[in-house]
């Protein structure tokens, strides 16, 4: 059959042949002018035209998509012609769809604009894009139906109506394969949340494809610095188990643990040796250690450092797996290579984002020498912000290869946060809300504004905070904060206060932060009736001053899922105008580490200090006490000094706590985390009345603690045994806390 139909396409087109077109005549339009037709056809009177000539104008005029059929034919040395336009789309719409956010994500993508023609057979393309952006909203049954609707001069309005039908919900998330870690762990280092009623504000508890993607980057950088160099994970998390309700399956293969071996550092002979004594120093302390991702780029930040100093571009890391037994060597290598320098950094896509938000996070600069390392700093830095969906770049280099130019393309997405939540435990029940804007006015400015009311306090607080003041490396912080604290049944007084913070933090040196800020305030004391003599005359109302500088060196492996590293933190008060000249000194340091596998042990120490600059009274809501957290196995604020029956606090106070996680005992206990922890504390002083005893013993306590995740919601217990006491204290065995932010 096809060679029939070829032989008589050869016999309909030789009569074609060699003809000459001495007129062209076209018939059928209405918009398109007889010129642009001709244009499109590439055809003029005198030209020869033959059956190569026919094909060739009839796929012209096809390829300008201004028409729907087309004729042509030749009498008596005559092109005729005969076209039927496309309609023309005078508007296109979208119902179904009230977020304006996704609606205008849909107009941008749908193929069809107005003005342009109409042609049907982009309709499934279409249809097939709404589809998948609104996959990405969590719409995964989404239906689409496209209206037309058609008007005079062979005009159409488009009609998209949409069902978006509900979010798909995350159900739950499981972990296939030898995975090692507990379940619990693992969803916290991902951002996907499986869905639970309390969490109605959060996000993360949709299906969302973007999410999954970068959850699969988060475990597999969580095994890479484990040891698990080949570490592979695969993700199967479209699979259905309810109506719009989906299981995420992650299948993790961490295979064998490696550790350091061998380290190699090979460098051009002019390099000064003596630079390379620290990193040297650093190949001997991970020796053995399980291999790690953040220790290897650690080590190629620090030969950035010196190569930058000798003037070379570009460092090439090679990572060499030594098959011997669970071993890795790794050969550094530092290349000179040519330089080029970057030309131009283009930033595209940014419609709320500011210019100067991306340009502060990137380390290079137009006319600096391209540097590689440098570069992926920067793209990290950008991510970091957490504004952007997706952040893409693509590097084009000049003919010379001597100048770059780099595009910067980024996808922005929702920077807005809505929370609200509650609990309720032995001392009471909690509510918390409060609203956040990220990136306010497109300027990378945090604005937050909250409020959390218990039965002893409500507590309210606006604040914004930059990030990058001025263009800086320094953050701007400024608040006001209002709050009333109702202690009259616990420690014999009740407190008032109003005012603001305004203060500065940067990166001082490598991991250690350094902040400056004052804060001022208005606060009114009042006492019971039953108070003593020294209390009621604290009573009475205060203007507060202060100057607050402190220091916080971060060395943990990560911010969240800790396992290895610490922090430590140092906060000096000092008034500026006040009443008592009340100097507070607060210290904080945190250990952790791993005693065996899948598990996370810490040590931590609490140092506080309150007294009177000009040997004054200290007031009673600026007395000490140790956090609850510190001190199980006794009543929150119930130990120590007491005046009369209220317990008042100290003007010292100390605090250490060790803790160890407990292996997982039941395979099907997943949602359940078991700790022993040992508490030890003191808080004494008194300085407004010697005659009270200090109660100045050292307390202790050991214990289990649990951290059970219910479908009601997050719930921890502690039972706790007091080891050493005072008889004034209030011992409490058993402590509970029920309820979540979100």
Same mark, same amino acid.
């Given at each position: ?6 032989? %008589? ?6 009569s074609?042949?060699?003809e000459i ?12 002018? !007889?010129?642009t037709?001709?244009? $499109?056809?590439?055809?003029s009177?005198?030209?020869d ?6 094909n +060739?104008?009839?796929k !012209?005029?096809?390829?300008s998509?201004f /028409?729907?059929?087309i ?5 008596k040395?005559?092109?005729?012609? #005969?076209? +039927? ?6 508007n ?31 309709l ?7 589809? *998948? ?7 995964y ?10 008007l ?17 919900r995350?159900k ?5 394969g ?7 762990? %693992? ?10 009623f309390?969490? /109605? ?19 597999k950088?969580?095994y890479?610095?484990?040891g ?5 994970i695969?993700?199967?998390?479209a699979?259905l188990?309810?109506q719009?309700?989906? +299981?995420?399956?992650? !299948? ?10 061998e /380290?190699?550092?090979?460098? @051009?002979?002019?390099?000064?040796l003596?630079?390379y ?12 250690e @399980? ?7 650690k080590?190629?930040d ?7 100093n ?9 990572i ?11 050969t /550094? ?14 930033? %595209?896509g ?34 970091? %912000? ?11 280099e ?7 130019t ?11 946060e ?15 809300f ?9 300027k ?21 905070y ?33 005012g603001?913070?305004i203060g ?13 800020s004052? +804060?001022?305030?208005?606060?009114d004391?009042?006492v019971t009736s039953k ?5 009621k005359?604290?009573a ?7 100057i ?13 899922a800790t ?8 906060n ?7 009443d ?16 065996f ?5 810490s040590?931590?120490?609490l140092?506080?200090?309150s ?5 004054k009274?200290?007031?009673?809501s600026e007395?000490? $006490?140790?956090?609850?957290?510190r001190?199980r ?12 029956e *209220?317990?008042i606090?100290? !003007?010292?106070?100390s605090?250490i706590?060790?803790?160890?996680s407990?292996?997982q ?9 078991l700790?022993?922890? #040992? *508490?030890?504390?003191n ?14 013993e ?18 921890s217990f ?7 006491k005072? *008889? ?5 065995? #058993? ?8």
């Amino acid at each position: 059959m096809l060679k029939i139909y070829t032989f %008589l396409f050869f016999l309909i087109f030789t009569s074609l042949s060699a003809e000459i077109v001495n007129k062209v005549e076209i018939t059928g339009n209405q918009r398109v002018s !007889n010129e642009t037709i001709k244009m $499109f056809a590439d055809i003029s009177n005198g030209d020869d035209f033959d059956s190569n000539d026919f094909n +060739e104008t009839l796929k !012209n005029l096809y390829d300008s998509n201004f /028409f729907s059929s087309i004729e042509l034919k030749i009498e008596k040395n005559t092109l005729k012609i #005969f076209v +039927e336009e496309f309609p023309i789309i005078q508007n296109v719409s979208i119902e179904g769809i009230e977020k304006k956010k996704i609606k205008e994500e849909l107009l941008e993508n749908i193929t069809f604009k107005p003005r342009t023609s109409y042609n049907k057979i982009f309709l499934l393309k279409d249809k097939n894009n709404i589809t *998948d952006i609104l996959k990405k909203f969590g719409f995964y049954f989404s239906k689409t139906q496209i209206l037309i609707k058609e008007l005079e001069d062979n005009k159409i309005d488009l009609i998209y109506q949409i069902e978006t039908g509900e979010k798909s919900r995350i159900k739950k998330i499981t972990f296939l394969g030898d995975k090692i870690y507990k379940d619990k762990k %693992l969803r916290n280092i991902i951002i996907s949340e499986e869905y639970k009623f309390w969490k /109605f504000i959060s996000g993360k508890k949709f299906l969302n494809e973007s999410l999954i993607t970068y959850d699969i980057k988060l475990l597999k950088n969580f095994y890479l610095n484990k040891g698990y160099y080949n570490v592979k994970i695969n993700s199967s998390f479209a699979k259905l188990i309810e109506q719009n309700e989906f +299981e995420l399956i992650y !299948n993790i293969n961490p295979g064998k643990k490696i550790l350091f071996n061998e /380290f190699k550092l090979n460098f @051009p002979q002019d390099f000064n040796l003596a630079n390379y004594k620290k990193i040297n120093k650093y190949f001997e302390d991970l020796r053995l250690e @399980p291999y790690s991702l953040n220790a290897v780029e650690k080590i190629i930040d620090e030969i950035q450092i010196i190569t930058t100093n000798e003037q070379f571009e570009s460092v090439n890391a090679t990572i060499k797996e030594n098959i011997f037994e669970n071993k890795i060597n790794i050969t /550094f290598n530092v290349v000179e290579t040519k330089k080029s320098y970057i030309k131009k950094i283009n930033i %595209l896509g940014n419609n709320v984002t500011a210019e100067s938000v991306i340009r502060n996070q990137i380390i290079v600069d137009e006319g600096d020498p391209f540097n590689e390392i440098l570069f992926s700093k920067s793209i990290n830095n950008i991510k970091a %912000l957490n504004f952007f969906r997706e952040v893409t770049t693509k590097i084009s280099e000049d003919k010379d290869d001597k100048s770059k130019t780099i595009d910067i393309s980024i996808v922005e997405k929702p920077t807005g946060e809505i929370f609200a939540g509650a609990g309720t435990g032995t001392n009471g029940a909690t509510v918390s809300f409060g609203i956040k804007e990220n990136n306010y006015l497109g300027k990378g400015l945090s604005v937050d504004t909250n409020a959390n009311i218990s039965q002893e306090s409500i507590r309210g607080r606006f604040a914004v905070y930059n990030p990058n003041y001025n263009n800086s490396d320094k953050s701007v912080n400024f608040s006001i904060q209002a709050s009333e604290d109702d202690k009259l049944n616990t420690y014999g007084y009740k407190s008032t206060r109003t005012g603001f913070t305004i203060g500065t933090r940067f990166e001082y040196f490598d991991d250690l932060f350094f902040g400056i800020s004052t +804060e001022n305030f208005v606060e009114d004391i009042t006492v019971t009736s039953k108070a003593s003599a020294k209390q009621k005359k604290m009573a009475g109302n205060y203007l507060d001053s202060f100057i607050s500088l402190d220091f916080n060196l971060d060395k943990r492996d990560q911010k969240f899922a800790t396992s290895k590293g610490y922090y430590s933190f140092y906060n000096i008060d000092l008034p500026i105008l006040s009443d008592t000249g009340t100097l507070n000194n607060t210290y904080k340091y945190k250990y952790f580490t791993e005693l065996f596998e899948n598990n996370t042990s810490s040590f931590s120490l609490l140092l506080g200090s309150s007294f009177s600059a000009n040997n004054k009274d200290i007031k009673l809501s600026e007395r000490l $006490f140790i956090p609850g957290s510190r001190l199980r196995g006794f009543e929150r604020g119930r130990i120590g000094p007491k005046d009369g029956e *209220d317990f008042i606090g100290g !003007n010292y106070m100390s605090a250490i706590n060790l803790s160890s996680s407990i292996p997982q005992i039941f395979e099907n206990a997943q949602n359940l985390d078991l700790s022993l922890f #040992f *508490d030890a504390a003191n808080v004494w002083g008194i300085d407004y009345d010697k005659s009270i005893s200090e109660n100045s013993e050292i307390r202790s306590s050991i214990g289990i603690g649990l951290n059970w995740t219910t479908v009601i919601g997050p719930l921890s217990f502690s039972l706790a045994q007091p080891i050493t006491k005072a *008889d004034t204290d209030i011992a409490e065995t #058993f402590r509970f806390n029920l309820g979540t932010t979100f």
